[in-house]
């Protein structure tokens, strides 16, 4: 198949890469505001380049990857479903999550599907869990643990424009969180702090926060964030029930140090960037759009899914600027 790829930033680069060595993608056809990139990917990957994201949905793709700028999302979804072509959008749908809901009215009732990016779906350990909780191995769940460390900040021009760590970083804990238990949200209470980087205090954000989740069956989720992680990129999720428990990220790479006699564990290299930590993952995420392009499968993560995983994001921002327990109803509501 041909797949057209819009934005060649570092994700959209990787996913040029990955997309590249699928034995089911053919030829590539690549946009990018800026020429470097897209002569770069073409010498790279053997691309054609075109010069619009028009002139790539003209060009006869399959379906179409969006790795542009945030505020591109919702006009280059809505122009691909409108040109009949499968699209794979990074999260988030839109800065916004009233424009997000836009976007899904939108495409209401149209037959083309749209994947947004939410890597740990595709992670082996991640899917194992699932699994895991499914069958009802763990029973009932009382206890969930979900982290997600960077090893450094993101620059200071990508907090600003970020919408706050809670709607950038913990995002993924949060959708990962309901794929996993298959619960709702319904109330959170957030806190955060600033240790670290001024640039970030500056920009009105925290870079290190906490959030209690309370699901819908009463379970307990605790998510803890942080942009300052000195020994690497650390991912995890502790699941616990009444029958059994299991964990995420507890291999040799995971970036702890123990301090117990005589441990060993872990023994690797610790993990010290995302695109480490999921490479395996982004290119299974890759392989199922292409499979969702071909018609064999539906969108493994679905607008509908990044926006609810966005509400949460609002409840806790809600929830850290004003000290109190915000329930996700309220923020729906506006």
């Not at 749908?93 to 209401?108: C, N, P, Q, S």
Request: glycine share 8%; aromatic share 6%; proline share 5%.
């Amino acid at each position: 198949m041909r797949i057209g790829i819009l934005g060649l930033g570092r994700i959209g680069a990787f996913h040029a890469e990955t997309l590249a060595s699928l034995d089911a993608v053919d030829s590539l056809v690549v946009a990018d505001p800026f020429a470097d990139a897209a002569r770069s990917a073409a010498e790279r990957f053997g691309a054609e380049i075109a010069d619009s994201p028009e002139a790539v949905l003209a060009a006869g793709v399959d379906g179409v990857v969006v790795a542009a700028a945030t505020d591109a999302h919702p006009s280059l979804i809505l122009a691909a479903v409108e040109a009949g072509v499968p699209v794979f959008c990074e999260k988030p749908v839109a800065r916004t999550m009233a424009e997000g809901v836009e976007v899904l009215k939108a495409i209401a009732g149209r037959d083309v599907p749209v994947q947004i990016g939410f890597n740990r779906r595709f992670d082996a350990a991640f899917v194992a869990a699932r699994a895991a909780v499914r069958r009802g191995e763990l029973g009932k769940l009382h206890t969930v643990r979900s982290t997600t460390l960077d090893p450094a900040p993101p620059p200071a021009a990508y907090i600003a424009a970020s919408g706050g760590i809670f709607r950038d970083c913990s995002v993924h804990d949060f959708d990962v969180i309901r794929w996993v238990t298959g619960r709702e949200v319904s109330e959170v209470y957030a806190v955060g702090g600033n240790r670290g980087a001024d640039f970030i205090r500056d920009a009105g954000d925290a870079d290190t926060t906490g959030a209690i989740l309370t699901l819908d069956d009463g379970t307990i989720a605790v998510v803890s964030n942080s942009r300052h992680n000195a020994r690497g990129y650390d991912v995890r999720m502790e699941i616990h029930g009444f029958a059994d428990s299991i964990a995420v990220g507890l291999e040799d790479k995971l970036p702890l140090r123990s301090v117990e006699p005589g441990a060993t564990f872990p023994a690797g290299t610790p993990h010290d960037f995302f695109m480490d930590r999921f490479a395996t993952a982004y290119r299974t995420e890759l392989t199922a759009f292409t499979e969702v392009v071909a018609g064999t499968r539906p969108s493994p993560c679905t607008i509908e899914d990044a926006l609810e995983a966005g509400w949460i994001a609002e409840a806790c921002t809600l929830s850290l600027r004003e000290h109190r327990p915000v329930t996700v109803a309220e923020v729906r509501r506006g």
